[in-house]
């Protein structure tokens, strides 16, 4: 019998991906079992945020399984390449991060090739890959506790809002006497206005 992943059995939790994230991929079932390995390890009490340092489906474990989003400013990501999370208290700093252990998947060869691109992924076996990793659960994970310097993390704040003179929108003062977009500063130009 496969771990749970929250209160979730390990079929519903695919189910749940497939329709959050459109597919069941390897990286967020992965990530729920990332979610839980720290749940486990921290109090049950207190109020937590979420760092993930990768942008790729860690974030959609973590927002599936907690409370925690980009939406509410409590799920930042901080990319640094690790498929790693840390779950903290916003109070004290106290938390729990948990990484995939590269060491300890040599016993599963296809998470291992799909995790470090052995092989190409038109020649992994995904349903080899999924099994593997409900059998796997939290046994390819290690886990450190870490104090998370709050100062270093940079709060969802605005100077205010005001309206863009060439636009006519509304845009976050901070970024200057207009708005990003109309100083170029975005990746897209309007190229017709209905």
């Known amino acids: 019998m496969s771990e749970k992943i929250r209160s979730f059995s390990f079929d519903e939790y695919v189910a749940a991906v497939q329709k959050f994230h459109s597919y069941a991929a390897p ?3 992965i990530g729920g079992f990332i979610v839980e390995l720290a749940y486990r390890h921290l109090p049950k009490e207190g109020m937590f945020d979420i760092i993930c340092e990768t942008d790729k489906c860690l974030p959609d474990a973590a927002t599936l ?3 925690c989003t980009i939406g509410n400013g409590w799920l930042k990501i901080m990319n640094n390449g690790k498929f790693a999370l840390i779950i903290y208290d916003k109070v004290t700093g106290d938390g729990i991060r948990v990484f995939v252990d590269t060491q300890k998947l ?15 992924k038109k020649e992994q076996d995904s349903v080899l890959l999924q099994n593997q990793i409900r059998d796997a659960g939290t046994s390819i994970l290690s886990f450190q506790t870490v104090k998370v310097d709050l100062t270093k993390i940079k709060p969802k704040h605005t100077d205010g809002y005001g309206i863009c003179p060439n636009c006519k929108e509304s845009y976050n003062i901070k970024d200057g006497g207009l708005c990003l977009a109309c100083q170029g500063k975005m990746p897209y130009q309007v190229t017709n206005d209905r």
């Open 27 to 29: 990286g967020v079932l």
């Open 65 to 67: 399984l907690t409370p």
């Open 106 to 120: 040599d016993k599963w060869p296809e998470i291992k090739n799909w995790f470090l691109n052995l092989k190409p």
